[in-house]
């Protein structure tokens, strides 16, 4: 089967942009060429014949911009009905498969609640873990330097002269700072003691996540909420209940 020449085996179901153009600039040129035709019957030149049926048509840029436009929205909206109407077909179909494998139905339904909850799952972790900005300012700007040890191996812990060298030659960074991680005793408060993970920090560290925070001359400790509610609790429950009489002290005594 031979094609024949200046036809495509495919074609989109709508027309593209440059089909649009190219029908509206046919028409066009049909309707000129009948008037030209008109004008040479009645004994007109056919170069004046021409000219005179583009004189009477008027401005034919503006009529061919206008009919682009016409006909490309036309197209979008008929792009948009087939694409609904198919949608609906296939919507249509399936739910009719379904309804006749109850049992195929139960185990689609199933996978893929499977896969949506582990989707979701993952989704939080990784979002959780990696995505998720720093609650501070700039959170991108805040970096951990790295430094190579005499192997060639990178090395995050730095010693406390080669913290000091770092900061000194340091040119790049607004801000340099560090904290060493450890444990310690927290008791005091009347509750039993207890080893927790901590962090001593230097004294610049807070100004450097944060510039406009304000100085503070005084040591400060930093506790999550959860430990200080838990020990508020603790606390509460070992002190014995007093009644209104032995917390009211009656006069003269």
Known sequence: MSRQPGRRLFRFPWRTAAQVSADVDTELDFHLELVARELMDEGWPPEAAGAEARRRFGDLEATRRICRNLDARKETRMKWMDSFGE???????????????????????????????????????????????????????????????????????????????????????????????????????????????????????LHVIVKDLVRLRARLIICDGTLYERRQRDRDQQEPEQSPAQRVRPRGR
């Open 87 to 205: 949608l609906g077909q296939d919507l249509r179909f399936a739910g009719r498969q379904l309804a006749k494998s109850p049992g195929f139905t139960l185990v689609a339904v199933l996978t893929l609640a499977l896969g949506i909850g582990a989707t979701t799952a993952i989704f939080s972790v990784v979002y959780g873990v990696l995505l998720r900005p720093l609650p501070y300012p700039q959170p991108e700007r805040l970096v951990r330097p790295f430094f190579v040890g005499p192997k060639g191996q990178l090395q995050g812990a730095f010693s406390p002269p080669n913290f000091v060298d770092f900061r000194a030659a340091s040119r790049t960074l607004s801000g340099v700072s560090g904290l060493y991680g450890g444990t310690l005793n927290l008791s005091g408060d009347g509750s039993e003691a207890e080893r927790l993970p901590a962090a001593q920090r230097q004294r610049d560290l």
